[in-house]
Nanobody
Framework: QVQLVESGGGLVQPGGSLRLSCAPS????????MGWYRQAPGKEREFVAR???????NYADSVKGRFTISREKAKNTVYLQMNNLKPEDTGVYYC?????????????WGQGTQVTVSS
């Protein structure tokens, strides 16, 4: 099973923007979908956004209109453009991929990247 490597987190003021990236450490032959989840301190991990193999996307209601997920198919890299960030967007953001290699399906997670929205 490959590892997912996230980057792009950091500290930003409310109203600012960040772009997260996630790429696999090895080869993935058939990706069904890739997405992002986040976990705020003291809360459960929650869904943020996902893009499937047909480039169809869906978002959590809390980020619609502010976040955009996209995917670079050739590299199996997924991005999350986050605009108009709010303090409630603070948390650790995790990349997720559901893919098939050979006869088996795998559900992979990244190690997480911290996003802090604060003035």
């Amino acid at each position: 099973q490959v590892q997912l490597v996230e980057s792009g987190g950091g500290l930003v003021q409310p109203g600012g923007s960040l772009r997260l990236s996630c790429a696999p450490s090895g080869s993935i032959s058939s990706v069904r979908y890739m997405g992002w989840y986040r976990q705020a301190p003291g809360k459960e991990r929650e869904f943020v956004a996902r893009v499937n193999s047909s480039d169809s996307t869906n978002y959590a209601d809390s980020v619609k209109g502010r976040f955009t997920i996209s995917r670079e198919k050739a590299k199996n890299t997924v991005y999350l453009q986050m605009n108009n960030l709010k303090p409630e967007d603070t948390g650790v953001y995790y990349c997720n991929a559901y893919y098939k290699t050979g006869l088996f399906y795998y559900n992979a997670w990244g190690q997480g990247t911290q996003v802090t929205v604060s003035s």
